[in-house]
């Protein structure tokens, strides 16, 4: 078999996994056409990603809550009130940056928990549990800044998590140095891991991609990080929240390949009762999974008040649906137990890619909602085509 049919057999075999990048890819040179280049610009770049940060990390813990067949509702509004407790205990409280973000964070876990509990042990729907959590919050963020409105926070350490970024260290070029060194790293990184699952499968006589398709697949992702890379180090460099937001992505993919745990997830998502039956404890990972989708409610809150400067009364709205959005452009399954959290990323990239793009076209609001609902039902409508060829 030579390369090229090599190459169309595999996309057509992974066509749930290759489909989302080959959708970025169109996505981003229309728009590079039709803008000139500006879509492709270092500082649109960096402003998409950092627009998609907050978006992210809720798509990639959605991602699980979805993949063990549940839903969550109450995080947009969890991330907006969570975020106005952020902003009065570092305004009014004069609580220190590095003590309110760990409090932020376990109380986020602490939400996610108790959603755990009316979903594993009291058995209520995830949908009524949520949805009735979502109404609470909503009421709590209105509650909590009411009497101030927005509450303006004039701390800079906890406003750099959202508007600042890495140091610059030395310029090369006029090109950030210690942003190309964290590209570098991360393409080290990425093919180190590569190399190394490789050796496995091979070691366990797993079927693999040829070593020129592979070698070709490397060259391929290294030269599209080394890109990006390159790009944001033209500008202001990496940001931290692009910063955060991949320390996520390492965080939850290695859980859900490496671990146990992650395996015991999917395990669960495919067929509740079977893992049960397995000796999987169910109810356990409907804790851990909603406990996780807790704190990155938290983490979103932070990042976003962190992003506006400021709490408001309206933050948080439509969170939820955004990252639900994103979690299933990003592949993941209706039906549970299959999606990856790398994916999840793609989607909330492809979501914050079509608003820019739009945005720099020029293109009416009513017509950016329709035509982001489109790409959701057409992601949804793959997904259900994919699984009945299949």
Not at 41 to 55: E, P, T, V
């Amino acid at each position: 078999m030579n390369m090229y049919q090599e190459a169309k057999t595999l996309i057509r075999a992974n066509i749930r996994d290759y489909g989302m990048y080959i959708a970025l890819f169109v996505i981003i040179l229309t728009f590079t056409i039709m803008t000139d280049g500006l879509f492709i610009s270092s500082r649109n770049i960096s402003n998409l990603l950092d627009s998609a940060g907050y978006i992210a990390v809720l798509a990639v813990a959605m991602t699980l809550i979805i993949v063990i067949r549940h839903i969550d509702l109450s995080v947009g509004y969890v991330a907006g009130f969570l975020g106005a407790i952020a902003a009065i205990l570092l305004t009014q409280a004069g609580v220190s940056v590095y003590i309110t973000i760990p409090i932020i964070l376990i109380l986020g876990i602490v939400v996610g928990l108790f959603n755990g509990l009316l979903v594993a042990q009291v058995g209520i729907p995830s949908f009524v549990a949520t949805l009735a959590g979502m109404l609470i919050f909503r009421g709590a963020l209105l509650q909590v800044t009411e009497k101030t409105g927005t509450i303006i926070i004039q701390n800079d350490t906890f406003n750099a998590i959202g508007n600042g970024y890495i140091p610059s260290i030395l310029e090369v070029n006029g090109l950030h140095f210690l942003s190309l060194l964290v590209g570098l790293v991360g393409i080290l990184i990425y093919i180190y891991s590569e190399i190394t699952n490789r050796r496995n499968k091979l070691k366990y006589q797993f079927e693999v991609l040829s070593k020129p398709m592979f070698i070709l697949k490397l060259a391929f992702v290294s030269v599209i990080i080394a890109y990006i890379t390159w790009i944001l180090a033209g500008y202001n460099g990496f940001s931290w929240t692009v910063i955060i937001m991949l320390a996520v992505v390492f965080l939850y993919h290695f859980l859900t390949t490496k671990t146990v745990l992650g395996r015991h997830i999917y395990a669960v998502g495919s067929n509740p009762e079977a893992a049960h039956l397995s000796g999987i404890n169910v109810k356990k990972i409907t804790y851990i999974v909603f406990g996780s989708m807790g704190m990155m409610a938290a983490l979103s809150g932070i990042l976003f008040t962190a992003r506006l400067q400021s709490a408001t009364t309206t933050a948080g709205t439509l969170f939820e649906l955004d990252a639900i959005a994103a979690a299933y452009v990003g592949g993941v399954s209706a039906a549970g137990g299959v999606g990856k959290v790398t994916g999840a990323i793609i989607g909330a990239i492809v979501m914050a890619s079509l608003s820019s793009g739009m945005n720099l076209l020029g293109v009416g609001i009513s017509y950016q909602y329709m035509i982001r609902g489109g790409v959701l039902a057409g992601a949804v409508i793959f997904d259900v085509m994919t699984r009945k060829s299949k």
